[in-house]
């Protein structure tokens, strides 16, 4: 090769197949980890839908016949009823069918669920993750790979990949509506319009509160694309409003009766009405609580405290606005708006969390819309980007390896058991054997996961590797102090520390921002 060192072909061939080999890696990977964990099936989310699915199976929505497995259910008209949207129920219909009719359903609900969501909850975090990845990179050239990564293994993504609840296949769809309508540099067709609507129409068959991506995104079509263009997603999504109100009409005699009212358990108010637990306010939810707020984003299993990388989201926001505001000002909409409605959901026994959950479940549903310009924050700091990827990564990964569905006041348990070796089951598992053995096909491509995202961080970092380094460091240590504090607050009630604490992290925080600015100032030019 002329001015330099003879390339061999095939060195040459694994320099070009390299990122596409990559990619290929990370795609089995995620198969891996979304598959592989075999949760328990507790008598809340996951036992409802799987009532309700069997419940079709026998031709009819009343649960009479299986309501004992489940305590989230509904009690209408002398019949008892799932509380959930009917969409997973029906899109694991045929594959419950087939397993029924050939004989190959489990007894155990633990590994019927687990062959269920393999069809439907799996394929649908795979493609969330493809889409948020290939618009990442839309967004920030090279950092589409690290962005899929930081979303299905460092948030809340990675147990709900796993766990049979209906956010991630909302969120899918969802995310699926605004990678279709998101460009404003060209004409919306007809058909795209036509599409958007209905797949963002259909959220709302598997999660009722995703009704506010729908109204969002129709927001966003008609100013950026116009009134015909609105009219048409209207259109698209008329048909998914037509099958949930029919629905209804078939299961409870009425199109305005939805399955979260009346949930158990019921109770009479001053006047004498008897009201389920979701009947008071709009489908219980209220005005927001600051406290409620600060739960859900500071306790011990808030979302910045185990997914830090979304607070590198939202700074990603704020860049995305100076080069795409109406889409920056979109994301933002969402996540704000989904903080308040969560905080507003307190009237519920259940809590802001929605009962025992790794975290702020209802928040699942933007986690793609906060993710997705993260490739501008991580760029601008990749030593930052670094830190809190291990830190998110691998909470993620002791959430969803020992025990998912814990309430609050019990985080310390995901300690005790890693201690112990105590795991949930995977395909690898014996009988009821769990251990470090059988964990080792969801560790293994999860560290693997881990180490591509790192790779692709500390490339960016090689510029300016002193910054980098001090801009990991202190974000670790921001992230330490934060997870301490959270601590202090919620389990010790120690609030003057718990203070200190937070205060410390934000000056170390504002640190990192410093060096990453300084950073940019004296790298070369691209």
Same mark, same amino acid.
């Given at each position: 090769?002329?001015?330099?060192?003879?390339?061999?072909?095939?060195?040459?061939?694994?320099?070009?197949?390299?990122?596409?080999?990559?990619?290929?890696?990370?795609?089995?990977?995620?198969?891996?980890?979304?598959?592989?964990?075999?949760?328990?099936?507790?008598?809340?989310?996951?036992?409802?839908?799987?009532? =309700?699915?069997?419940?079709?199976?026998?031709?009819?929505?009343?649960?009479?016949?299986?309501?004992?497995?489940?305590?989230?259910?509904?009690?209408?008209?002398?019949?008892?009823?799932?509380?959930?949207?009917?969409?997973?129920?029906?899109?694991?219909?045929?594959?419950?069918?087939?397993?029924?009719?050939?004989?190959?359903?489990?007894?155990?609900?633990?590994?019927?669920?687990?062959?269920?969501?393999?069809?439907?909850?799996?394929?649908?975090?795979?493609?969330?993750?493809?889409?948020?990845?290939?618009?990442?990179?839309?967004?920030?050239?090279?950092?589409?790979?690290?962005?899929?990564?930081?979303?299905?293994?460092?948030?809340?993504?990675?147990?709900?990949?796993?766990?049979?609840?209906?956010?991630?296949?909302?969120?899918?769809?969802?995310?699926?509506?605004?990678?279709?309508?998101?460009?404003?540099?060209?004409?919306?067709?007809?058909?795209?319009?036509?599409?958007?609507?209905? =797949?963002?129409?259909?959220?709302?068959?598997?999660?009722?509160?995703?009704?506010?991506?729908?109204?969002?995104?129709?927001?966003?079509?008609?100013?950026?694309?116009?009134?015909?263009?609105?009219?048409?997603?209207?259109?698209?999504?008329?048909?998914?409003?037509?099958?949930?109100?029919?629905?209804?009409?078939?299961?409870?005699?009425?199109?305005?009766?939805?399955?979260?009212?009346?949930?158990?358990?019921?109770?009479?108010?001053?006047?004498?009405?008897?009201?389920?637990?979701?009947?008071?306010?709009?489908?219980?939810?209220?005005?927001?609580?600051?406290?409620?707020?600060?739960?859900?984003?500071?306790?011990?299993?808030?979302?910045?405290?185990?997914?830090?990388?979304?607070?590198?989201?939202?700074?990603?926001?704020?860049?995305?606005?100076?080069?795409?505001?109406?889409?920056?000002?979109?994301?933002?909409?969402?996540?704000?708006?989904?903080?308040?409605?969560?905080?507003?959901?307190?009237?519920?026994?259940?809590?802001?969390?929605?009962?025992?959950?790794?975290?702020?479940?209802?928040?699942?549903?933007?986690?793609?819309?906060?993710?997705?310009?993260?490739?501008?924050?991580?760029?601008?700091?990749?030593?930052?980007?670094?830190?809190?990827?291990?830190?998110?990564?691998?909470?993620?990964?002791?959430?969803?390896?020992?025990?998912?569905?814990?309430?609050?006041?019990?985080?310390?348990?995901?300690?005790?058991?890693?201690?112990?070796?105590?795991?949930?089951?995977?395909?690898?598992?014996?009988?009821?054997?769990?251990?470090?053995?059988?964990?080792?096909?969801?560790?293994?491509?999860?560290?693997?996961?881990?180490?591509?995202?790192?790779?692709?961080?500390?490339?960016?970092?090689?510029?300016?590797?002193?910054?980098?380094?001090?801009?990991?460091?202190?974000?670790?240590?921001?992230?330490? =102090?934060?997870?301490?504090?959270?601590?202090?607050?919620?389990?010790?009630?120690?609030?003057?520390?718990?203070?200190?604490?937070?205060?410390?992290?934000?000056?170390?925080?504002?640190?990192?921002?410093?060096?990453?600015?300084?950073?940019?100032?004296?790298?070369?030019?691209?």
């Amino acid at each position: 090769m002329p001015g330099g060192r003879d390339v061999h072909p095939l060195e040459h061939a694994i320099r070009i197949l390299r990122p596409g080999l990559l990619s290929v890696v990370v795609a089995v990977c995620f198969v891996l980890v979304f598959a592989v964990p075999v949760h328990i099936a507790p008598c809340g989310t996951q036992t409802s839908h799987y009532a =309700l699915v069997r419940s079709l199976a026998d031709g009819t929505a009343s649960i009479d016949r299986y309501e004992s497995i489940t305590c989230d259910k509904a009690l209408f008209g002398g019949h008892y009823y799932s509380v959930k949207a009917p969409g997973l129920a029906v899109a694991s219909l045929p594959a419950y069918l087939l397993l029924d009719h050939t004989g190959l359903r489990p007894e155990d609900m633990r590994w019927a669920i687990w062959l269920l969501s393999l069809t439907t909850l799996v394929p649908a975090a795979l493609l969330l993750v493809y889409l948020v990845g290939r618009t990442a990179e839309s967004i920030a050239p090279g950092w589409g790979r690290f962005t899929a990564i930081a979303l299905g293994a460092g948030t809340l993504i990675l147990p709900f990949g796993s766990l049979w609840f209906a956010h991630v296949p909302a969120a899918a769809l969802a995310f699926a509506a605004f990678v279709v309508v998101r460009r404003t540099d060209e004409r919306l067709s007809s058909a795209r319009a036509l599409a958007a609507g209905l =797949l963002a129409g259909s959220t709302v068959l598997f999660e009722y509160p995703l009704a506010l991506v729908a109204a969002a995104l129709l927001l966003y079509v008609g100013i950026c694309h116009g009134l015909r263009a609105g009219l048409r997603f209207v259109a698209g999504s008329a048909l998914p409003a037509a099958c949930l109100l029919a629905y209804n009409q078939w299961a409870f005699g009425s199109f305005r009766h939805f399955s979260y009212q009346y949930a158990l358990p019921l109770r009479t108010t001053s006047s004498g009405e008897v009201v389920g637990e979701n009947d008071v306010g709009f489908f219980g939810i209220t005005w927001p609580s600051a406290d409620a707020l600060a739960e859900i984003l500071f306790t011990p299993r808030g979302l910045v405290t185990l997914s830090p990388i979304c607070v590198l989201g939202a700074a990603g926001i704020v860049l995305l606005y100076r080069r795409a505001r109406r889409q920056a000002v979109l994301l933002g909409g969402l996540v704000a708006t989904f903080l308040v409605y969560n905080a507003g959901y307190t009237l519920n026994t259940a809590g802001p969390f929605g009962g025992d959950t790794p975290g702020p479940r209802f928040l699942i549903a933007i986690l793609p819309f906060l993710l997705v310009p993260l490739g501008l924050a991580a760029r601008a700091a990749p030593g930052v980007s670094a830190a809190l990827l291990v830190a998110s990564v691998s909470a993620m990964a002791l959430v969803t390896a020992t025990s998912p569905l814990l309430g609050g006041g019990e985080e310390e348990r995901w300690m005790r058991e890693l201690r112990s070796g105590t795991f949930v089951k995977t395909f690898a598992s014996g009988g009821e054997s769990s251990g470090w053995l059988t964990i080792l096909p969801f560790a293994v491509p999860l560290a693997i996961l881990l180490a591509i995202g790192l790779r692709d961080a500390l490339q960016a970092a090689r510029a300016r590797p002193a910054y980098a380094a001090f801009g990991a460091a202190t974000a670790a240590i921001a992230w330490l =102090l934060v997870l301490e504090a959270s601590k202090l607050v919620y389990r010790d009630d120690n609030r003057p520390a718990a203070l200190i604490a937070y205060v410390l992290a934000a000056v170390v925080a504002t640190a990192a921002l410093v060096a990453a600015r300084e950073a940019r100032l004296h790298s070369p030019p691209p």
